[in-house]
T-cell receptor, first 113, second 116 residues
Framework: ETGVTQTPRHLVMGMTNKKSLKCEQHLGHNAMYWYKQSAKKPLELMFVYNFKEQTENNSVPSRFSPECPNSSHLFLHLHTLQPEDSALYLC????????????FGQGTRLTVV | AQSVTQLDSQVPVFEEAPVELRCNYSSSVSVYLFWYVQYPNQGLQLLLKYLSGSTLVKGINGFEAEFNKSQTSFHLRKPSVHISDTAEYFCAVSDRGSGGSYIPTFGRGTSLIVHP
């Protein structure tokens, strides 16, 4: 248990669906991250929020839309995804952006059909 | 932009043998270095980190790593592995991006497979 909780753990969605991934931490951290982990590829940083402000958008397609209503919660809204978007989506938090240690959630396994 | 190279995609080893997982990064003035472990269907868990000070860093589960600035390397070692060490291992580097904030970058990962 790392203190970072992601829901749901598994999600299957059609290409026309709209769904959201949720991440929650009560570690008092101010930075939160979304990563995409695909088979045979490096972990890809998608978005970074620091003190609720988006500081990084790593050229992510607009069908992925992040939201950070407060320092404890991070969402990833999904809309009209493609099969190649199927992956493990990992949320992480750290005390501040890029600082000593990132705590990861267990991930959401997303399958787009 | 920072890059992290994990030279081996897979490392098979027998139980109780020593192991070294290699990691190299592109040069930068100031970096933080990390090793994470990922067990099946889990997120990443921090094994150890180098921020400053002693170049030999000890982590959890008997792992250690040595920061070598001249070779820009941060190899992970364990003198005697167990079956339970079978997992994916990720090297990560955090340095200041163009915007002045620290950006974490991960390697592709090394799959450690421990055989009985």
């Amino acid at each position: 248990e790392t203190g970072v909780t992601q829901t749901p753990r598994h999600l299957v969605m059609g290409m026309t669906n709209k769904k959201s991934l949720k991440c929650e931490q009560h570690l008092g951290h101010n930075a939160m991250y979304w990563y995409k982990q695909s088979a045979k590829k490096p972990l890809e940083l998608m978005f970074v929020y620091n003190f609720k402000e988006q500081t990084e958008n790593n050229s992510v397609p607009s069908r992925f839309s992040p939201e950070c209503p407060n320092s404890s919660h991070l969402f990833l809204h999904l809309h009209t995804l493609q099969p190649e978007d199927s992956a493990l989506y990992l949320c992480a938090s750290s005390l501040e952006q890029g600082s000593a240690e990132a705590f990861f959630g267990q991930g959401t396994r997303l399958t787009v059909v | 932009a920072q890059s992290v190279t994990q030279l081996d995609s897979q490392v098979p080893v027998f139980e109780e043998a020593p192991v070294e997982l290699r990691c190299n990064y592109s040069s930068s003035v100031s970096v933080y270095l990390f090793w994470y472990v990922q067990y099946p269907n889990q997120g990443l868990q921090l094994l150890l980190k180098y921020l400053s000070g002693s170049t030999l860093v000890k982590g959890i589960n008997g792992f250690e790593a040595e920061f070598n600035k001249s070779q820009t390397s941060f190899h992970l070692r364990k003198p005697s592995v167990h079956i339970s060490d079978t997992a994916e291992y990720f090297c990560a580097v955090s340095d200041r991006g163009s915007g002045g904030s620290y950006i974490p970058t991960f390697g592709r990962g090394t799959s450690l497979i421990v055989h009985p």
